[in-house]
């Protein structure tokens, strides 16, 4: 069952809690829509989940207090020369 991103975004601030999303585009609607939240960090998609895990925790460090922010976590891109 599918859940529409408002209700997640709803139940999320209405319990205190922080939205963790690869639904970017969404939930940057959602934020300016509803700035008072508890935090919200939307991530680009990586099949190396430790990696995106660790960027989550290091980008969450910097970030706190979360309440009302919007945080982008992106892959890192690798070039080869």
Do not use: Y
């Not at 660790?54 to 980008?59: G, K, L, M, N, S």
């Amino acid at each position: 069952m599918k859940i529409p991103d408002n209700e997640v975004f709803l139940f999320a601030s209405n319990n205190e809690r922080v939205v963790l999303t690869l639904n970017r585009k969404d939930f940057k609607r959602l934020h300016r829509w509803q700035p008072t939240h508890a935090g919200i960090t939307i991530c680009t998609d990586d099949a190396n989940r430790n990696a995106l895990a660790q960027r989550i925790h290091a980008a969450i460090l910097v970030s706190e207090p979360l309440v009302g922010k919007l945080i982008s976590v992106v892959r890192s891109v690798r070039r080869i020369i």
